[in-house]
Structure formats: C-alpha cells, structure tokens
C-alpha cells in the first residue's frame, strides 16, 4: 500500500513540470542543468551523513553515472519538445517510456510482464495514441512551428527515461537513496552543461523569477516526484512505475487548459479513460507480485 501512496505522490508532483517549465523563458538544456544541479545539490548534505562505503564499488558508482546521464537527455530531449508541440502531445508521448520499460526489463532484467499487465499497458499506450490523435487537430498545436520535431524529442524522451529507470534498478539495494540520487542528478547536471556550452548559451543572467522557477521545478518534480520514482523502483517492477507515470498527461492537460486554454480534442475524455483502465489493470495484476518481492527485498 505504500508503494502505491508513493507513486501517487510522485505522479502529482511530476505532472507539474510541465506547467513550470513552460513559464520559463531560459532555454531548455539550461532548465535541464538547474533543475538536476539545484536537486543534487540539496540532497548532499543528506547524501555526506548516510552510509558511503557503496562509492567504493566501482559498478555502482559507473551505473549512477550512467543512468544520470540517460536522466539528463531524457530531461534535455523532454523539455525541448514543449516548446515544438503542445503540453497534451508532449507529455502523452514522453508517457509511452512502458513499453520501452517493458521491453528493457525483458531483456536487462529478466523481468518479463504477465498477460494481465501487457493488456494493461495496451490500454493505456492506446489511450495515449488517441490523446495524440484528437490533439493533432487542436488550435494548440496548429500554434507551435515544429510540432512533428516536439513529438519526436518527446518519444525520444521516453526512451532515455525507460532506460534511465531499467539502469537504476540493478543496484536499487546497493546504494543509499539520497547518495545514489546525488551522484544520479549531478552527471545529469554535467551532460545538460556540456549541452549548453555546445550550443553557446550561458548558465547566467536570468531574473529572479526565472531562479524562483529553476528552484521550484527541482523541488516539486524532481526531488519529490522522480525521487519517490526510484523509492518505488526499487520496490516493484521497472515496468509498473513506468506505468503509474501514465496518469501524468491526464493531469498536465488538464493544467494546460486551466492556465493556458490549450484544449485538446474530443477524443481526450476517451483516452484519458483507457489509460485509466490500464492502470487499473495493471496495478491488479501486479499488486500481489510487488508486494511479495517488496517484502523479500525488506528481509534481505
């Protein structure tokens, strides 16, 4: 029960990013260096008093590089499709990281989905397509000038977050959360600097709102929402987080049209109920297998 609180918490808190995001006016990889370094940053006081003697296992260590890495192109490919394609089309697609997930768990993990789940997943990637479709014809989207470019950062979004997630899963006992996370958003922070300086852009010379927007987006999605992703990643199924993340479009778009009129639509309400039906289904179906390995995990 609460690894279930936690993904609702964190699909709360994530489903906000792309409402902060969109109110900055910093280009996107330098939202995508401030968001991971200002997280890593606040998590090192914690991560200095927890246990460090995992830094000394250099598998580790190279796998939260690594999937900090995978985490700052899933961020700097993400965060650039909301300025080519509407928030509806760009966090609908970004959402479809579990079939990527699933397909990565089968193959690096040997976690394969049971048939309950993969109907499950086709409800809600199916929902999904049909958001995508009904907002394809939107005023929202007739606004943006690249928005077949936005849907493909979107989707290649997804399959850097997937991976980023998969990646973490083979040390989730390994590292102390707060340590793991620390290194994970600081290699993150580092590609979304090299980034910057390729492009030739500057970390510097933003007012005030912008630091209180660059603050606010790695609190609320980063430090809570993906935070509380790798407490239950490490507790269930790679492929079952991936899902929950699903509910994030239903919630983003429903902000976007409360705050910036961006209706998607009408086969929206139609979508937004098969992917609430494949969670459900999912969720029964992989309730009692998470629960068991959570418990086994908690005896180790």
Request: with cysteine; glycine share 10%.
């Amino acid at each position: 029960m609460k690894g279930w609180a936690a993904l609702l918490a964190a699909v709360l808190a994530t489903s906000c990013a792309s409402i902060l995001i969109r109110y900055c006016a910093a280009p996107p990889l330098v939202v995508s260096f401030y968001r991971m370094a200002i997280a890593s940053a606040i998590l090192l006081p914690f991560a200095a008093r927890a246990d460090r003697a995992w830094l000394r296992d250099a598998g580790v260590v190279a796998t939260a590089l690594g999937a900090g890495a995978l985490l700052g192109l899933h961020f700097a490919t993400w965060i650039t499709s909301l300025g080519e394609t509407s928030i509806a089309s760009s966090v609908v697609l970004v959402a479809t990281a579990p079939v990527f997930a699933a397909l990565l768990s089968a193959v690096f993990l040997g976690e394969r989905a049971g048939r309950a789940a993969w109907i499950g997943i086709a409800l809600a990637i199916a929902g999904s397509a049909l958001i995508a479709w009904g907002d394809a014809s939107a005023q929202a989207r007739e606004a943006h000038a690249a928005p077949l470019l936005g849907d493909a950062l979107a989707l290649a979004g997804a399959l850097f977050g997937s991976a980023y997630l998969t990646l973490g899963r083979r040390v989730r006992a390994r590292a102390p959360l707060t340590g793991y996370l620390a290194l994970v958003y600081a290699s993150g922070a580092a590609v979304a600097a090299l980034g910057v300086c390729l492009r030739g852009q500057s970390l510097t010379g933003y007012g005030s709102r912008e630091w209180m927007l660059f603050a606010a987006i790695a609190i609320v999605p980063n430090l809570i929402g993906h935070s509380l992703l790798n407490w239950g990643v490490r507790r269930m199924r790679t492929y079952v987080v991936g899902v929950a993340i699903l509910g994030e479009p239903i919630l983003a778009t429903l902000y976007a049209m409360l705050l910036f009129g961006e209706f998607p639509g009408m086969q929206w309400a139609a979508g937004a109920a098969l992917i609430g039906a494949g969670l459900v289904t999912v969720f029964l179906a992989e309730g009692p297998r998470a629960r068991e390995e959570a418990e086994a995990t908690a005896e180790l």
